[in-house]
């Protein structure tokens, strides 16, 4: 697989949707992925990433910033309240806000750094107990606090339980946009965007199948 041919797949799986050709945003996963493998698909134009640790894209991305413009920064794992004001100022948007303290800090800090990156609310669809993200039955009453704090809500995200059929997820995550007015939907990785575009997918998060396998960190 490749950038070109991951491309491809998210045109023909909007068009079988009858979506929007380019409604669906490729967030490009570089986590643990050697830089040269990173720089290649900056090369290749691609702007859009996901990492999901703050730490790790804190030492990768500066360097990428003064080499290409234009990059678009994803935070797709979970977010620790100590790393907000760091994440704030690196990333374009965060997928994981997930807990009332966090959305409260992410409040307070933004109005310090004076702007915030776009938000996503993460739902827990599978309710598994060591997964992060609001419980479905919390989910309507968090976007709200989350509104009522003026933080910049813009969609919701899911990572399906391995287990089980995306699908079902998937449906239930845009149940719970669609009854909230959000927009975006941040769904499907590299073994599950096609379904995740079928059910409404505005922003696919694929990783190995772009890069490789990841390569394991160290330690
Ligand atoms: C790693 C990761 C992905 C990408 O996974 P692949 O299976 O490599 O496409 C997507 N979303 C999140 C939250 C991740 O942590």
Aim: net charge negative.
């Amino acid at each position: 697989m490749s950038l070109y041919d991951i491309t491809a797949r998210i045109a023909k799986a909007e068009s079988a949707a009858g979506r929007l050709a380019g409604s669906t945003k490729l967030i490009a996963v570089s986590k643990v992925q050697p830089n040269e493998r990173v720089e290649a698909v900056l090369s290749q134009g691609h702007r859009c990433f996901g990492e999901n640790r703050v730490q790790e894209a804190a030492e990768k991305w500066p360097g990428f910033k003064e080499q290409f413009s234009g990059i678009d920064l994803h935070l797709i794992g979970p977010l620790q309240t100590n790393k907000a004001r760091q994440a704030i100022e690196l990333f374009n948007a965060i997928h994981s806000v997930d807990r009332p303290k966090l959305a409260k800090t992410l409040a307070r800090l933004a109005q310090e750094v004076g702007h915030c990156p776009d938000l996503f609310i993460q739902v827990n669809t599978g309710e598994e107990e060591q997964k992060a993200g609001i419980m479905p039955v919390d989910a309507d009453a968090f976007i709200a606090e989350c509104r009522e704090l003026d933080l910049p809500v813009q969609g919701l995200m899911a990572i399906p339980p391995v287990e089980e059929e995306p699908s079902l997820h998937f449906a239930l995550l845009t149940k719970i946009a669609e009854r909230n007015g959000l927009q975006w939907l941040s769904m499907g990785m590299s073994g599950d965007f096609e379904q995740a575009i079928a059910l409404g997918a505005t922003h696919v998060r694929v990783g190995s199948a772009i890069f490789g396998e990841r390569v394991k960190p160290a330690g």
